[in-house]
């Protein structure tokens, strides 16, 4: 299986950033738009009008964004008939936000695109200037509940590369409804207590890859929805933030499953979780099935390992209930380090549907120098090679 997956990131790569031998590009400076790159004066206009120009072309397109700071207000990005078979957006300078965060607070997104086919975004850096809005929520006021930095929706063959998302009000980046879709070399940047602000965020989005990138947020370093099929995370710094995790899942009790997902090589410094896979505690027909977590690195991490079938946050609409997720064929492989509690494994699954398939080879992890703790209920399994803390799998 891993060979297979390691085959699929390079077709995956060629399809969605083919290599372009002699193909002739149209090229669209926002600058002749009329952008202005002050910081000070609103572009959103001049980046809609060579979007438009660019979309109009019959040939593949570069929007091009010079060197300099452009304030934008909310961005919407649309595909439907768009005659450019590639769009290359290259950004070279930073794209601001509002300093009044009211503006975007309303707004689902601040730079969407939604059903575009062949988009790739290059370079660049996107900043928000969440922290104003996270200071409210903080306080408990009346405050909105923020835009996702850049998200896409419905759309095919994605390349996100070499972008920095900074202080994101919401989510940095979400990947909904989408197909054939490559993260690599990204870093999001905000505060580890800025809230409800995930790294990427995936969803109802088949055939995703996400590569050598560094992530430090308030709130999920990758958060991984209901619907996501075929996803590959390799090479990812986490920390601040709360960890990868799969959920929360059962919110609705009509959900689709996850399914087929590798996690490689990850360093976690400082969060709140390691692997995590968590569902409320309600009834659901969805499923985690076919999960692979393979050589990770933990430096003071709370919950290195974990899966919460009983997420309730607030105690509301589910104290009494019970899970109705399915968790089978999990591994954990190679997953060394330090815990930041007592207990680094906890296995906490559903009594109606407990957990099956749970494996762990070769898994290290200690707290304050001494042996760790594990913690299973419904929770069945088997190791292989040396695992500490010792097994409670049943």
């Excluded at 969440?130 to 903080?138: D, E, M, R, Y």
């Excluded at 969803?203 to 099929?229: A, F, H, R, W, Y």
């Amino acid at each position: 299986m891993a060979k297979l997956l390691s085959l699929y990131i390079v077709i995956l790569a060629l399809l969605v950033f083919p290599i372009k031998i002699s193909a002739e590009i149209a090229s669209y400076n926002v600058l002749k738009y009329g952008a202005k790159p002050n910081g000070k004066e609103d572009s959103t206009q001049a980046f809609l009008d060579a979007w438009n120009a660019a979309c109009a072309s019959e040939s593949s397109t570069l929007i091009y964004v010079p060197k300099g700071r452009y304030l934008l207000g909310s961005l919407a990005f649309r595909g439907d008939g768009c005659k450019s078979p590639e769009i290359t957006i290259r950004i070279d300078g930073t794209l601001i936000a509002p300093e009044d965060y009211r503006i975007l607070g309303q707004s689902a997104s601040w730079i969407s695109f939604e059903k575009v086919n062949g988009v790739s975004v290059v370079g660049g850096a996107l900043d928000a200037k969440g922290s104003p809005l996270w200071a409210c929520k903080a306080t408990g006021n009346n405050c909105p509940s923020g835009a996702t930095t850049m998200s896409f929706s419905n759309s095919k063959n994605i390349k996100v590369s070499r972008l920095v998302s900074l202080n994101s009000q919401m989510f940095h980046i979400v990947i909904n409804g989408c197909q054939d879709v490559l993260v690599q070399g990204v870093r999001v940047i905000a505060a580890g207590d800025s809230p409800n602000t995930d790294g990427i965020h995936v969803q109802l989005s088949k055939n995703v890859v996400i590569m050598n990138s560094s992530i430090k947020t308030g709130d999920d370093c990758i958060s991984i929805g209901p619907g996501t099929e075929n996803l590959w995370i390799e090479g990812v710094k986490c920390g601040p933030g709360h960890g990868i995790s799969i959920g929360s899942l059962a919110k609705d009790a009509e959900e689709q499953g996850v399914q087929n997902v590798t996690v490689k090589r990850t360093i976690f410094a400082d969060t709140q979780n390691g692997f995590r896979i968590k569902s409320w505690a309600r009834p659901s027909n969805g499923f985690v099935q076919g999960v692979r977590f393979i050589g990770a690195i933990m430096h003071n991490v709370q919950n290195p390992i974990l899966i919460d079938q009983h997420y309730c946050p607030h105690n509301l609409n589910c104290p009494t209930q019970v899970s109705g997720v399915q968790i089978s064929d999990v591994l954990y492989q190679g997953i060394r380090g330090t815990s930041a509690t007592p207990v680094a494994i906890k296995f906490d699954c559903s009594s109606k549907n407990p957990c099956k398939g749970i494996r762990m080879e070769d898994v290290n992890l200690t707290y304050l120098n001494q042996a760790a703790q594990s913690s299973c209920s419904n929770a069945n399994g088997n190791v292989a090679g040396q695992v500490q803390p010792n097994n409670c799998l049943a």
